[in-house]
């Protein structure tokens, strides 16, 4: 849909023709009324959906109906909050609504001087935020509106106690929050500080971007040792092994897990419970290695991973390429190895030799069968 279209404010429907915004984007489609109506949203999003108009433009519209006077936004870094504030002054071109943005690792005196003048959108990553509450240059009760920008990398970053301070002291009509995430420590912070609000997912826009591929020869009965080697490397980080079979899915599984790897899995076989706790516990990390198969895994929500290893190959490009696009998103670099059967190993496969050879065999068997497409 056009924003020329939209019931939006003329003055920044004229800033979005400058910057040459012509549609909007599925989450400011399905945000912007929410917002601008006074409701609460959560949305699940990543960088690069256009979440920041998706709030900076009703929020803008709001100061300038008079139903809002101060919004703060809170973000993890330096870099975000800049972003974010340039695109709202951007908008805000032909208003007079100000932006600024506070953060730490520069002076503070300057930005002292700045907040003694009126800013109506203030951009702020936690730890700045809170030092300007104890000094009593930020007053947090002005803000009638807060937005928790990345609120899941905020978490990753350690930034938790900062963020329960803040919402322990601001006392806003409306908290809405945007996150890739919203499980775990993400919820416990929903469910304690937004009771009401409307969530909104996205389909996911952006597949893994920045992947580092690397593809090596392993004979069949290195790669175990191959894997541990890789789990080693990865120094805890969430590891997402592909297998091509349930019951391999589960030896890998016990085998890690006796060698002390905090190793879950999720196949066919399990019990839908079973393969949520697995999820669950991969997504908080308190297990950091999960084996899947393709077929457990799809559809599921498992991204942000450091490094996706595909121990046996996937059977096609497609799949491959759904597999590594779980890593290397949301601006992160990610790893995907795949380890590529011996000379050796692809015969005895093709002759039907093994665990493969069988798994092989049975899929061609299955193949054949399919009607073909023309
Ligand atoms: P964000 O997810 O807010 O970081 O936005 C990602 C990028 O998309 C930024 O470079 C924005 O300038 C751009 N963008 C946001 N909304 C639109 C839109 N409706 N049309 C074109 N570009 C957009």
């Given at each position: 849909?056009?924003?020329?279209?939209?019931?939006i404010?003329?003055?920044?429907?004229?800033?979005?023709?400058?910057?040459?915004?012509?549609?909007?984007?599925?989450?400011?489609?399905?945000?912007?009324?929410?917002?601008?109506?006074?409701k609460?949203?959560?949305?699940?999003s990543?960088?690069?959906?256009?979440?920041?108009?998706?709030?900076?433009?009703?929020?803008s519209?709001?100061?300038?109906?008079?139903?809002?006077?101060?919004?703060?936004?809170?973000?993890?870094?330096?870099?975000?909050?800049v972003?974010?504030?340039?695109e709202?002054?951007?908008?805000?071109?032909?208003?007079?609504?100000?932006?600024?943005?506070?953060?730490?690792?520069?002076?503070?005196?300057?930005?002292?001087?700045?907040?003694?003048?009126?800013?109506?959108?203030?951009?702020?990553?936690?730890?700045?935020?809170?030092?300007?509450?104890?000094?009593?240059?930020?007053?947090?009760?002005d803000?009638?509106?807060?937005?928790?920008?990345?609120?899941?990398?905020?978490?990753?970053?350690?930034?938790?106690?900062?963020?329960?301070?803040?919402l322990?002291?601001?006392?806003?009509?409306?908290?809405?929050?945007?996150?890739?995430?919203?499980?775990?420590?993400?919820?416990?912070?929903?469910?304690?500080?937004?009771?009401k609000?409307?969530?909104?997912i996205?389909?996911?826009?952006?597949?893994?971007?920045?992947?580092?591929?690397?593809?090596?020869?392993?004979?069949?009965e290195?790669?175990?040792?191959?894997?541990?080697?890789?789990?080693?490397?990865?120094?805890?980080?969430?590891?997402?092994?592909?297998?091509?079979?349930?019951?391999?899915?589960?030896?890998?599984?016990?085998?890690?897990?006796?060698?002390?790897?905090?190793?879950?899995?999720?196949?066919?076989?399990?019990?839908?419970?079973?393969?949520?706790?697995?999820?669950?516990?991969?997504?908080?990390?308190?297990?950091?290695?999960?084996?899947?198969?393709?077929?457990?895994?799809?559809?599921?929500?498992?991204?942000?991973?450091?490094?996706?290893?595909?121990?046996?190959?996937?059977?096609?490009?497609?799949?491959?390429?759904?597999?590594?696009?779980?890593?290397?998103?949301?601006?992160?670099?990610?790893?995907?190895?795949?380890?590529?059967?011996?000379?050796?190993?692809?015969?005895?496969?093709?002759r039907?030799?093994?665990r493969?050879?069988?798994?092989?065999?049975?899929?061609?068997?299955?193949?054949?069968?399919?009607?073909r497409?023309?």
């Amino acid at each position: 849909m056009k924003f020329e279209e939209m019931d939006i404010d003329d003055s920044i429907k004229k800033a979005l023709k400058d910057m040459k915004y012509e549609n909007a984007t599925e989450v400011q489609l399905r945000t912007m009324p929410d917002i601008n109506y006074g409701k609460n949203v959560v949305v699940r999003s990543q960088t690069g959906s256009g979440k920041t108009s998706a709030f900076g433009i009703p929020l803008s519209e709001r100061i300038i109906s008079g139903k809002s006077k101060y919004v703060l936004i809170i973000g993890p870094t330096r870099e975000l909050m800049v972003q974010v504030k340039n695109e709202i002054k951007e908008l805000n071109k032909y208003t007079n609504i100000s932006a600024y943005a506070v953060y730490g690792g520069h002076g503070i005196v300057g930005e002292i001087r700045v907040l003694k003048g009126s800013v109506q959108i203030l951009c702020a990553t936690p730890g700045r935020l809170w030092d300007h509450i104890e000094r009593k240059t930020i007053n947090p009760l002005d803000f009638d509106t807060v937005v928790l920008d990345e609120a899941d990398r905020m978490l990753d970053m350690g930034f938790i106690n900062e963020i329960k301070k803040i919402l322990g002291v601001v006392k806003p009509k409306n908290i809405h929050m945007f996150s890739a995430t919203l499980d775990g420590r993400v919820a416990k912070l929903i469910n304690k500080y937004i009771t009401k609000y409307e969530e909104v997912i996205l389909k996911d826009e952006i597949v893994g971007v920045d992947i580092i591929e690397k593809k090596i020869t392993v004979p069949k009965e290195e790669k175990f040792t191959e894997l541990v080697a890789h789990l080693k490397k990865a120094k805890g980080k969430r590891v997402l092994v592909f297998v091509s079979t349930k019951r391999y899915a589960d030896k890998l599984k016990e085998k890690l897990s006796r060698m002390d790897f905090r190793a879950t899995c999720i196949h066919g076989d399990l019990t839908q419970r079973k393969r949520e706790v697995a999820l669950e516990n991969f997504k908080s990390k308190k297990k950091n290695v999960l084996i899947a198969t393709d077929v457990a895994a799809r559809g599921l929500q498992i991204d942000n991973v450091g490094y996706v290893i595909n121990y046996d190959e996937a059977m096609d490009a497609d799949t491959h390429r759904h597999r590594i696009g779980r890593t290397g998103r949301m601006g992160k670099m990610g790893y995907a190895i795949t380890f590529l059967d011996s000379y050796d190993d692809r015969r005895s496969r093709k002759r039907g030799v093994g665990r493969e050879g069988r798994e092989h065999k049975r899929r061609r068997r299955y193949e054949s069968r399919r009607p073909r497409r023309r």
